[in-house]
């Protein structure tokens, strides 16, 4: 049952039988009461007042009377201005914490046969370096906008597309031919990834050597920076390589292999998976042939120098290169051709890029040109613009080596966490085996929660000493509010609350009209208002998910966990659970804690967080 379709159903037959007015949906729809006045729901009125043709004080008195003669959910009412404030029965409160109860995926929506098909890409990693901070809030967000839109009744399928070809990559590449005497991520124990990104920068420390000595012999720094040797060998590789040279290839391969173990094991201790992955290395050429497709049917248009360009005046913006004068692609080009094939692949109704908000322009000319060349979800393509991660220090350069790897990132988190629970005395009774995997649970939700709960559209600093703190909007407060409610759960001989029988006396099928609902709750205890408040809080919950999923907003997620907790914190500083004498207010209490929990691990899964049964 939900309390607030009861009522909006209601009104809506109060407005028809006193006024004769048809209410659209948008019209009754209900608020929470704000908390300066009484009652738990507030509709307002003035939408009415035309047809009632009296004052909102009255149109609302007469809407208040109605439904509280014949909707049985609504116990009182009353009435400031144009708001008609309506005061819930505990009863009609009861029967919705049961039917939370009852559900065991309360808040989220199923997927079957006809859901459509969202396909998210996300992570979107160069070969020639390891992940990094900002690798990590693409990575989070992707992966929990895919459980999101999941939970809203999608089918989702997760995407990768990795950036393996290029003069980037032939840098670390000739870099390794050069200074790396044969090293390998078995020789030097390092993770592939981290060797093959030390070769990148090594390639950009020799590069600017030979700029600044080429300067100091008098050529113009531009010209040194196209002439400097290392460049020069740079290019000359990249193309063999698209030459498909076998010497070039084979060590391509051979050095991406590397780099994609390291990504694997970097994404696995993330938590984050993929159901397909593309690579440019593939798509590149069916970009080619889309473009070469779309200047035959007159779409594209080739200049002079045999360059192929689209011409996006009319739609307000420039003209874009699509392949070079020599033939060969560049990133719009490559972006087409994956679009090819995974339309190829699947379904697809709806396709959502996670990229950095510096590619905003990008993906503006992307859904233009993916629609001019037929593809359906083209131009309604969502660019999951977020903003960028910051440090206090300031920004990352990766060809400089000072970007904060993401292995270390979390390895700091997960020792953060462990140092600090061990000073809180919460590791006391525990093995070291228990420590240790409740110190990564803690530490890496620590790190998503505060990378999550920020406005993805926002940039943001990275503070990790802040968001290991058990206090305030933090992951570890949500987790350990989890574990509390655990321990309270385990200690309770009530714990299995679903044979619990509360007494109520209604009809079983109402539906909110005044035959249906002319029986009154009769209750053997009152519910306190901070029990209202949680049950109400919890009953959000679907309308938050819903809300996330029409928005691409994890944050939206992340706060309600937060102000759900808040709400069972204060609920619980307030009223016993275990030591009530009162068995059937113990009861109550013991459900109400019971799907707390069940609706923060819901939530937080959401996120792609954990939550430890015990803390």
């Known amino acids: 049952?939900?309390?607030?379709?009861?009522?909006?159903?209601?009104?809506g037959e109060a407005v028809k039988a006193l006024y004769g007015m048809e209410a659209t949906?948008?019209?009754l729809q209900l608020q929470k009461t704000r908390s300066e006045f009484e009652g738990n729901l507030t509709l307002v009125v003035f939408p009415f007042v035309r047809a009632a043709k009296k004052s909102p004080e009255q149109t609302a008195q007469e809407i208040g009377e109605y439904l509280q003669q014949n909707c049985a959910a609504v116990e009182k009412f009353n009435v400031v201005k144009g708001f008609l404030n309506l005061s819930v029965g505990d009863g009609a409160w009861l029967q919705l914490l049961e039917a939370i109860d009852a559900d065991?995926?309360?808040?989220?929506?199923?997927?079957?046969?006809?859901?459509?098909?969202?396909?998210?890409?996300?992570?979107?990693?160069?070969?020639?370096?390891?992940?990094?901070?900002?690798h990590v809030r693409n990575n989070l967000l992707g992966w929990s906008l895919a459980q999101i839109m999941e939970a809203n009744g999608n089918k989702v399928v997760k995407t990768n597309i990795v950036n393996d070809r290029g003069i980037h990559i032939c840098k670390s590449m000739l870099a390794w031919l050069k200074y790396g005497n044969g090293e390998t991520p078995e020789s030097s124990g390092k993770k592939g990834d981290h060797l093959i990104g030390d070769y990148y920068v090594a390639f950009d420390k020799h590069y600017r050597e030979e700029i600044r000595e080429l300067v100091a012999q008098g050529m113009d720094e531009e010209k040194a920076k196209q002439e400097a040797p290392l460049i020069k060998e740079a290019h000359e590789m990249l193309v063999k390589w698209e030459q498909n040279d076998p010497e070039v290839r084979a060590l391509w391969e051979k050095m991406n292999s590397w780099v994609y173990a390291g990504f694997d094991e970097t994404y696995k201790k993330m938590g984050v998976a993929f159901d397909k992955i593309y690579y440019e290395s593939q798509t590149y050429l069916k970009g080619k042939a889309k473009v070469e497709e779309g200047l035959a049917k007159g779409l594209f248009e080739r200049h002079d120098d045999g360059s192929v360009w689209a011409?996006?005046?009319n739609e307000g913006l420039d003209q874009k290169l699509l392949l070079r004068s020599d033939g060969t692609s560049v990133y719009m080009t490559q972006d087409i051709g994956t679009a090819e094939m995974r339309f190829q692949d699947y379904p697809i109704d709806k396709m959502i890029y996670v990229v950095g908000n510096e590619q905003n322009y990008h993906f503006q000319v992307l859904s233009i040109l993916l629609d001019r060349l037929g593809f359906k979800w083209g131009k309604e393509l969502v660019h999951f613009s977020y903003g960028m991660v910051e440090l206090p220090n300031g920004k990352m350069k990766s060809r400089e080596g000072t970007v904060v790897d993401a292995d270390d990132l979390m390895e700091l988190m997960v020792e953060d966490a462990y140092k600090t629970s061990m000073e809180l005395g919460k590791f006391d009774d525990m093995t070291e085996e228990e420590r240790r995997e409740i110190a990564r649970i803690v530490g890496m939700g620590a790190l998503k929660y505060f990378i999550l709960k920020v406005d993805a559209r926002k940039n943001m600093l990275f503070n990790p000493e802040e968001s290991i703190d058990f206090n305030g909007n933090t992951g570890p407060f949500i987790q350990y509010t989890?574990?509390?409610?655990?321990?309270?759960?385990?200690?309770?001989?009530?714990?299995?609350?679903?044979?619990?029988?509360?007494?109520?006396a209604h009809n079983e099928n109402a539906s909110g009209t005044a035959e249906a609902n002319s029986t009154r709750y009769t209750l053997h205890s009152k519910l306190s208002d901070k029990e209202i408040e949680l049950i109400q809080k919890m009953n959000e919950f679907g309308a938050v998910v819903e809300q996330a999923g029409k928005d691409y907003s994890p944050?939206?997620?992340?706060?309600?966990?937060?102000?759900?907790?808040?709400?069972?914190?204060?609920?619980?500083?307030?009223?016993?659970?275990?030591?009530?004498?009162?068995?059937?207010?113990?009861?109550?209490?013991l459900m109400l804690a019971k799907?707390?929990?069940?609706?923060?691990?819901?939530?937080?899964?959401?996120?792609?967080?954990?939550?430890?049964?015990?803390?």
Do not use: W
């Not at 049952?1 to 009104?11: D, R």
């Not at 808040?107 to 992940?131: A, R």
């Not at 992340?558 to 113990?586: G, M, R």
């Open 1 to 11: 049952m939900n309390i607030e379709a009861l009522i909006s159903k209601a009104a």
């Open 25 to 27: 949906e948008k019209m």
């Open 104 to 134: 065991e995926h309360f808040g989220t929506k199923s997927v079957h046969e006809g859901s459509p098909l969202v396909m998210i890409e996300y992570s979107s990693p160069n070969t020639n370096k390891p992940l990094h901070l900002g």
């Open 311 to 313: 011409d996006l005046t």
């Open 482 to 504: 989890y574990a509390r409610i655990r321990s309270i759960l385990r200690k309770s001989v009530e714990c299995r609350t679903e044979n619990v029988e509360f007494a109520t």
């Open 555 to 589: 944050s939206g997620i992340a706060n309600y966990c937060y102000e759900l907790t808040k709400v069972f914190n204060q609920f619980y500083h307030d009223y016993s659970i275990l030591n009530e004498a009162d068995e059937q207010k113990k009861a109550i209490r």
């Open 595 to 615: 799907n707390v929990a069940k609706v923060i691990k819901s939530g937080m899964a959401l996120l792609g967080i954990e939550v430890p049964e015990r803390m």
